[in-house]
């Protein structure tokens, strides 16, 4: 008789180590807002009170319905509380199991049981006699830490943090402006003195005897003042005008353009444009590159 109970006692003491080590090896514990074995959200205030219990035990709790980012993205870093019901007509029976993101039971309390008839007081009773089973456990997270050590990623070896000394140089070389260069030079002499070689070349930059072209002085524009007895008579034409003298010959053709007062000349030996001025019409053209100006006495 003795020698049943030793056994039956080492057999819960192994199991509550082993559920309190596996325990340890997760950040949250989830309670569902709505257990399984009940048709309504927190049927009897269960979900409020397993939480409740739970998180006055030290365990780190949180609703299915209110996850943290990385838990979301990581199932696996959570158990998932459930509620196992084996009431009877005569008496509500509890039990607490924690599951993992794979379905396995990590962690399974006792059973609780109440004889109270109303169903509230029922599962309250019952359940805090399960809750019994984490008295024992003591939590305390075991997963990795983060690590502000530099890392280094397979892909392409590229580097995903920088040691802090480097980092805070290449920082402080961006707000300067500076950018990153190649400290690494190039000998200025290149030498071999051997019985078989003699060879010598220096790579010390030069002073260069390239200059920079100077830019031509600009010519100056000439203007060439009008003959009064040169008077050319305006005939029209559906493109323009014609000049003409007194020979009378044709001098040149003044074609229209998009500008009122602005002509393209045709001449025998010039082209340009001639453009009124004020009350004075004149001819611009280029001779030898250069600009000339030659006010025209013309007659309308």
């Given at each position: 008789m003795l020698k049943g109970v030793i056994v039956a006692l080492y057999l819960v003491l192994s199991f509550m180590t082993y559920g309190q080590e596996n325990i340890s090896d997760y950040k949250y514990i989830i309670v569902p807002k709505k257990f399984d074995v009940f048709k309504e959200p927190n049927a009897h205030k269960t979900s409020t009170l397993v939480k409740y219990l739970l998180d006055q035990k030290g365990f780190p709790v949180i609703y299915d319905d209110a996850l943290p980012e990385e838990l979301t993205k990581n199932r696996c870093l959570g158990l998932l509380v459930a509620l196992v019901d084996d009431s009877s007509m005569?008496?509500?029976?509890?039990?607490?199991?924690?599951?993992?993101?794979?379905?396995?039971?990590?962690?399974?309390?006792?059973?609780?049981?109440?004889?109270?008839?109303?169903?509230?007081?029922?599962?309250?009773?019952?359940?805090?006699?399960?809750?019994?089973?984490?008295?024992?456990?003591?939590?305390?997270?075991?997963?990795?830490?983060?690590?502000?050590?530099?890392?280094?990623?397979?892909?392409?070896?590229?580097?995903?943090?920088?040691?802090?000394?480097?980092?805070?140089?290449?920082?402080?070389?961006?707000?300067?402006?500076?950018?990153?260069?190649?400290?690494?030079?190039?000998?200025?002499?290149?030498?071999?003195?051997?019985?078989?070689?003699?060879?010598?070349?220096?790579?010390?930059?030069v002073a260069s005897d390239i200059t920079m072209a100077e830019k031509p002085a600009p010519k100056k524009l000439q203007l060439r003042k009008p003959n009064k007895d040169d008077i050319l008579y305006a005939q029209s034409l559906p493109s323009g005008f014609q000049l003409v003298d007194s020979a009378p010959k044709i001098r040149m053709k003044l074609l229209k353009t998009s500008k009122d007062n602005i002509y393209m000349v045709q001449g025998e030996t010039k082209n340009g444009i001639v453009y009124q001025k004020e009350d004075k019409w004149i001819f611009e053209y280029y001779e030898e590159d250069v600009l000339m100006q030659q006010e025209l006495n013309i007659k309308f």
């Open positions: 005569f008496s509500t029976k509890t039990i607490i199991t924690l599951e993992d993101c794979n379905g396995e039971i990590v962690f399974k309390t006792l059973q609780g049981k109440s004889r109270s008839k109303a169903f509230k007081e029922a599962y309250t009773e019952a359940i805090k006699e399960s809750m019994r089973s984490f008295d024992q456990v003591k939590y305390t997270y075991k997963g990795q830490s983060e690590t502000t050590e530099p890392i280094t990623v397979s892909f392409k070896d590229d580097i995903k943090k920088l040691p802090e000394r480097t980092e805070k140089l290449s920082n402080e070389n961006k707000a300067q402006g500076l950018e990153e260069v190649d400290m690494k030079q190039e000998p200025l002499v290149v030498q071999e003195a051997t019985t078989e070689n003699q060879f010598y070349e220096s790579k010390e930059p």
